[in-house]
């Protein structure tokens, strides 16, 4: 099985607290630790264990600046074939729509039985697996978290929906899916992994090369600041050295019956 | 004119669900004058409860009933709704496991913007809309902007709206099933697997220690659970420790886990992202433990901890023990 597996480079959500810059333009970049989008890294991991079943090849590809490149090569250690990196300025200011056409055009020059999205990113949007699968006419199930191979022609997929049901569905290859996290268990990739990747070779494509004209990826949804809400009253933040705190809390606890 | 917009009202098994009365204020706040349409997909009785259920709510129900749609399969209803929905319509459809399915993929189609997720409405001019949505787990707020000139799709975060719980409305029902056209689809629902029961069910308990990404590795959940002993509670968990496999499934506490109605909720490490919060029922207090200050999760606490938990909960727990 052919399969593409689209990722994107992100802050890392364990490693940052985000901050906003005092003009309200962008969030603080400085600082922050990137990594694979988590989504996406359960994609690759399980585009990676359907290969190893039923042969074929994984090709991971981003749309994103220079530094995207080290989000390829950590899935390529991971034990993805290809990668292809998507750079031009004209797609650093689009939204998912320009970033689906971009996809699209990648898909089209391959020949995929199966796409792979994350469910979502660092944006929450959760809207570009979507997006490409309409943009393409083939079918499309969002927030998957299990995949099993029925034919050639058929998978069988598990949708996490609420109260952690599982919608069990059939659908007909070639398909788009967004995969959800713990479908499975990213496997670790050690520096020596990465090493092993470093001097392979990815191909960089700008729009020229996708066919797309940079009307064509302008933003219709346009970001306009980044803010932090006037806070409602919060929560009361308690004071003190850690003994202290302590002993205010417990007094808490056992006048709201949280002690028993 | 004014403008006609969409509210894709979800139902299970003809209850409406709660995001139903939600939308029509959504709709109000981007035109007040708006005529709002109540789109009710399904098939035979449990669609004509939820069409009269609808109809105390919206002036018009369309009603499109047809046999496979017994079960919601946003690949038969995306067509569908490209069939019926006129052009320029704004389509809000809730922001849930069927709305994420549904709504990118239908913006397309229609070719029109897509605005997911959003939990306000900033303002519209004319056919410009500016929305409010958040990025980061709801670390930050971010205003979008677009024009809704040829039409609109917007995801709503349930909960985000409040309900419309007048019933004052008495709707029309207009059955548009004929126009909604015969679609076939690659994709087929087969059956749904419901949820297994863990060892401990933290949807009965009066008090939870429950632990997010915060608590960093699996051996420190040992820290929660004597903290928990202490207490006479029980452990549960967000997302990431179930994706981790440090705990089972049932401990998850979120709309992809269970709902809880605790008397007493401390959260540890736990950022408070809005699929987490929307889990906790029954107004608790809820206690926050987190390094991080801006965590949303201290939004929702009654009391706050700003400490890190791995350090803190031994500390704690050794209190409850002494003064108890």
Known sequence: MEILVCVKRVPDPAENEIEIKSDGSDIERDDLVYSVNEWDNYAVEEAIQIKDKVGGSVTVVTVGDEESDEVLRREMAMGADKGIHINDEALEETDGLGVAKALKAVVEKGNYDLILTGAQADDGAAQVGGMLAALLDLPYASLVNYIEIVDENTLKIGREIEGGNQEINEIKLPCVLSIQTGINEPRYVGIRGIRKVAGVEIPEMELSDLGLSEDEVAPRVKRLDYFIPEMGEGAEILEGDMEEIAEKLVELLKAKGGIK | ?324
């Not at chain 2, 098994?13 to 939308?23: H, I, K, N, R």
């Not at chain 2, 209803?77 to 052009?87: A, E, Q, S, W």
């Not at chain 2, 205003?143 to 995801?155: K, L, R, S, Y």
Request: aromatic share 6%; hydrophobic share 40%.
């Open chain 2, 1 to 324: 004119m004014s403008r006609e917009i969409f509210a894709y009202i979800e139902h299970h098994d003809g209850v409406l669900d709660d995001s139903a009365l939600e939308l029509i204020n959504a709709a109000k706040k981007i035109d007040e004058s708006a005529n709002v349409v109540a789109l009710v997909f399904g098939s035979g009785d449990n669609l004509n409860k939820a069409c009269e259920e609808a109809a105390k709510t919206y002036n018009t129900v369309w009603k499109i009933d047809k046999p496979d749609l017994s079960y919601p399969n946003a690949e038969l209803i995306r067509p569908m709704l490209v069939n019926i929905l006129p052009k320029g319509s704004v389509c809000l459809v809730p922001h849930d496991t069927f709305g994420i399915d549904l709504a990118p993929g239908l913006s397309v189609k229609m070719d029109v913007p897509y605005i997911p997720d959003v939990v306000g409405i900033d303002k519209v001019e004319g056919d410009k809309i500016i929305a409010i949505r958040q990025e980061y787990s709801g670390q930050v707020h971010t205003h979008v902007e677009t024009d809704m000139a040829n039409g609109i799709v917007i995801t709503i975060r349930p909960g985000s709206f409040e309900p419309d719980e007048s019933k004052s409305a008495s709707g029309e029902i207009v059955d548009k099933s004929a126009d909604a056209g015969d679609v076939e689809a690659k994709r087929k629902f087969i059956e749904i697997k419901e949820a297994e029961a863990g060892e401990v069910d933290i949807t009965q308990a009066d008090i939870l220690v429950s632990v997010g990404r915060g608590i960093g590795e699996q051996e420190n959940i040992e820290l929660a659970e004597e903290l928990a002993e202490a207490l006479g509670g029980v452990v549960s968990c967000s997302r990431p420790v179930v994706d981790a496999k440090w705990l089972d499934h049932s401990r998850q506490v979120g709309t992809s886990g269970k709902t809880v109605k605790p008397k007493v909720y401390i959260a540890v490490g736990i950022s408070g992202a809005f699929q987490h919060v929307a889990g906790i029922k029954g107004n608790p207090f809820i206690v926050a433990i987190n390094t991080n200050p801006k965590a949303p999760i201290f939004q929702v606490a009654d009391v706050g901890v700003v400490e890190d938990c791995i350090e803190f909960l031994p500390v704690l727990t050794e209190k409850v023990k002494e003064m108890k």
